[in-house]
């Protein structure tokens, strides 16, 4: 059977949050389990530093999202999983990819897009506080896709550009070099879940209306009474497609349990209830793998072996790659 390749980055700055877990963690993990698929998962901690320059923060990040995804279930020996900064082919090619990529094309990205406009609003310099990390971030993006030729990439609507910049520079470096890159494809799910936050704005570390994954029971019921509702009383009916709880608990619930908190809504329940049951039900999905997680997180040692497994698989893939393209643009040896 032949296989295609996935692949997906982990940004590691924060602790992974429901929403995390739900839109994008929850589905890579039974992805991975495909038997036409080959999936490669990363903790992309060079991208980390163009957002953050606390390096404890970065590092804490790094192991709390390592921890998270093996005590989801993530099976890296059928998967690929390491950490970005454990594969030295990916910077290496960066530099080639930035050595063929129109500045013109850097200057379109969104990112960069809305640093200048922000600077321009406050009547600063449009390039202000704006690195070459966070201006040329889309090809080391690129680099981290081209690196093992994904054929698929499933990104969020606010990276597609991204991949189509990589996929323009595949091209770029195919037509100058000959073929040696696949030219990925976005992949945007329809039907992945994007959760809302306590706030009802889209759950995100940048509005700090998460709920992490991996609190305590107290900790998860505290948060879940947090979340925003209106004003309406028990035994008024209440809109589900509007509510935060409801649309949390969708993300939860088997299709028979959806349709039963629908009509519990039409019928009034108490918002207490309501956020009462929805913890039990995301409490009961994510226990085992809660303890599971503590006990990874007091072992880094397991940690660091497993990532070290990935890293010597993604490079089993990378090194000769390499070795392609160091030849194609002419860094040869003389023997």
């Not at 890579?28 to 957002?51: N, P, R, T």
Request: glycine share 6%; charged share 25%; aromatic share 8%.
């Amino acid at each position: 059977m032949s296989k295609h390749t996935v692949l997906t980055g982990i940004t590691t700055t924060g602790t992974p949050h429901l929403g995390n877990y739900v839109g994008a963690i929850r589905p890579a993990i039974e992805a991975s389990k495909q038997a036409d698929v080959d999936s490669f998962y990363f903790m992309a901690d060079f991208h980390a530093l163009i957002k953050c320059q606390d390096p404890e923060a970065i590092a804490l990040s790094s192991k709390e999202i390592a921890a998270t995804w093996l005590a989801l279930g993530l099976d890296t020996d059928n998967a690929t999983f390491y950490r970005q900064s454990d594969i030295p082919e990916i910077p290496e090619l960066t530099w080639v990819l930035n050595c063929l990529t129109a500045k013109g094309l850097m200057n379109r990205a969104h990112a960069y897009k809305a640093a200048v406009q922000s600077n321009l609003d406050e009547g600063l310099d449009a390039d202000a506080a704006v690195t070459m990390g966070l201006f040329s971030y889309p090809v080391l993006m690129a680099a981290d896709i081209l690196m093992f030729n994904a054929h698929k990439v499933p990104v969020g609507k606010d990276q597609i550009q991204h991949v189509e910049m990589a996929r323009d520079v595949a091209a770029r470096f195919n037509h100058h070099y000959g073929e040696t890159f696949t030219l990925p494809e976005a992949v945007v799910g329809d039907n992945v879940a994007v959760l809302q936050g306590l706030d009802g704005r889209k759950m995100s570390k940048s509005y700090g209306n998460t709920i992490p994954l991996f609190l305590t029971e107290k900790k998860l019921k505290k948060h879940i009474n947090k979340i925003k509702t209106n004003l309406l009383e028990p035994g008024e009916p209440k809109d589900p497609d509007t509510s935060t709880v409801f649309q949390i608990w969708e993300a939860f619930a088997t299709p028979s349990q959806t349709a039963d908190m629908r009509k519990a809504f039409a019928e009034g329940i108490a918002w207490g209830e309501a956020k009462k049951q929805l913890f039990e039900l995301v409490n009961e999905e994510i226990s085992d793998a809660r303890t599971r997680y503590e006990e990874i997180l007091a072992d880094p040692s397991y940690i660091e072996a497993e990532l070290l497994k990935g890293a010597e698989k993604a490079r089993a893939h990378a090194t000769p790659l390499l070795d392609k393209v160091r030849k194609a643009v002419g860094i040869r040896s003389y023997r």
